[in-house]
């Protein structure tokens, strides 16, 4: 049984920084893609940034770029999010998620690329 538990949210003002962790069990592959996503109310989730365990290549949202860095510790299975400069815009409810390489169609900010969420946790940053 796969998990992702995710943690590391809260509320800052614009400006601030936050780091998002995302603890992975029960995972039975050796490489998989990993996305952060994020959801504001009445809006699309959508993708923020990834990363392919396998070679470490990283993929951005333009909106995130140069503020945000993911990175992975293979050996503790917990993806992060370093998150920088924030802004109010990047309010919302913040995912991880995972699928291995076979099911992965190269969308890396499409939602319905991934297998494996967490449940999310909540970044809000005050004006």
């Known amino acids: 049984q796969v998990q992702l538990v995710e943690s590391g949210g809260g509320s800052v003002q614009a400006g601030g920084s936050l780091r998002l962790s995302c603890a992975a069990s029960g995972y039975p592959y050796s490489y998989y893609f990993q996305g952060w996503f994020r959801q504001a109310p009445g809006k699309e989730r959508e993708g923020v940034a990834a990363?392919?365990?396998?070679?470490?290549?990283?993929y951005y949202a333009d909106s995130v770029k140069g503020r945000f860095t993911i990175s992975q510790d293979n050996a503790k299975n917990t993806l992060y999010l370093q998150m920088n400069s924030l802004k109010p815009e990047d309010t919302a409810l913040y995912f991880c998620?995972?699928?291995?390489?076979?099911?992965?169609?190269?969308?890396?900010?499409?939602?319905?690329?991934?297998?494996?969420w967490g449940q999310g946790t909540q970044v809000t940053v005050s004006s």
């Open positions: 990363i392919y365990t396998g070679s470490g290549t990283t």
């Open positions: 998620a995972a699928a291995p390489p076979w099911t992965f169609g190269g969308r890396w900010y499409l939602p319905k690329e991934y297998i494996y």
